[in-house]
């Protein structure tokens, strides 16, 4: 979508920053390498990440344009942390599929850390900290979705929330990493979640907050009997929103930036973000404003808005 637009070489492929003064094609964002079957879905090119939707848009333009964050040590911190906390639990692919498969049949419950999953359906893609699955035998499939974070927020809980809206579709893929035999390279290899026949599905949300480890880790039910919660329906508009207005940069080059401000926690140092180097050459203009105009009775257009009075 939007590849005829004329932007700044910004191909999602190229970490390197174009030049300034370089005109071309902005090539196509899409999603191709976290999964094996993403060259043939319809969602390739509005997939998006819950990381991704949840950042500010100057942000995720310059992601889109090959522009990536180097790794900070708050970064590294996080990833030491999340590598202890799951360091007994086994990925999908040290698990196998073979034996997820039967185990699951079975009525086992599996417990699998960074599994890597996503939903055509809804174009989300992402990997879960921690996951959870027992298929029972009344058709009614429990599953657990548990992120690690430092501390509870609205962010972490629409982060979480994301990845239960993945798990709640009935095409949700699975997808782990091999090494092929002859030339040793990373293949991907996916594979459907849920089985084909009708099942009642039941998704619990959790955050685990390791910054406090007296705090009782938070917990809430997103679906049940296939009926979502009423929480879940109020925050899916919020999402939905923050969704589309990342998918609608997808066409558009470095230049845009300076329709965006700052993020929040833009300190406009390169030590604290390596993209702070590319992010300075586009400063933030906001619009400025102007009297709009509205109809009236005597004057065709009035310069403020008329005041409503109503008799009570």
């Known amino acids: 979508m939007g590849s005829l637009h004329t932007e700044l070489d910004s191909s999602n492929q190229n970490k390197t920053p174009a030049k300034e003064n370089e005109m071309t094609i902005k090539k196509q964002t899409k999603s191709q390498s976290f ?3 993403c060259n043939g879905c319809v969602s390739q090119n509005i997939c998006l990440s819950p990381s991704s939707v949840l950042s500010s848009k100057r942000y995720y333009l310059l992601k889109i344009t090959g522009n990536y964050q180097d790794q900070t040590p708050r970064m590294a911190a996080g990833t030491e942390m999340h590598a202890k906390l799951l360091g007994k639990i086994k990925s999908l692919a040290e698990y196998t599929y073979p034996k997820f498969q039967r185990d699951f049949y079975n009525g086992k419950l599996i417990e699998l850390q960074e599994l890597s999953m996503c939903s055509p359906t809804l174009g989300y893609r992402g990997s879960i900290d921690r996951f959870r699955i027992q298929y029972n035998k009344d058709d009614t499939i429990n599953v657990g979705i548990y992120d ?3 501390g509870y927020s609205l962010r972490a809980l629409k982060q979480v929330f994301i990845y239960g809206m993945m798990a709640s579709d009935s095409e949700c893929r699975i997808a782990y990493t091999i090494r092929t035999p002859r030339k040793n390279r990373k293949k991907r290899i996916t594979n459907r979640l849920y089985p084909k026949k009708p099942f009642k599905l039941k998704i619990e949300l959790g955050i685990d907050q390791y910054l ?8 809430t039910t997103m679906i049940d009997g296939n009926i979502p919660e009423d929480f879940a329906q109020c925050i899916s508009f919020p999402i939905k929103r923050e969704t589309d207005d990342k998918r609608r940069l997808h066409p558009f080059g470095l230049q845009y930036l300076s329709n965006y401000p700052l993020c929040n926690y833009c ?3 390169e030590s604290h973000c390596s993209l702070w180097e590319i992010c300075q050459k586009y400063p933030y ?9 509205y109809f009236g009775k005597q004057k065709l257009l009035r310069k403020s808005r008329p005041v409503i009075k109503r008799n009570i």
């Not at 406090?212 to 917990?219: D, G, L, Q, T, V």
Request: net charge positive.
């Open 212 to 219: 406090y480890p007296n705090a009782n880790p938070f917990r």
């Open 267 to 269: 300190k406009k140092l």
């Open 285 to 293: 203009i906001p619009k400025s404003k102007f009297n709009q105009r």
């Open 35 to 37: 999964m094996d079957k």
């Open 148 to 150: 690690i974070k430092p």
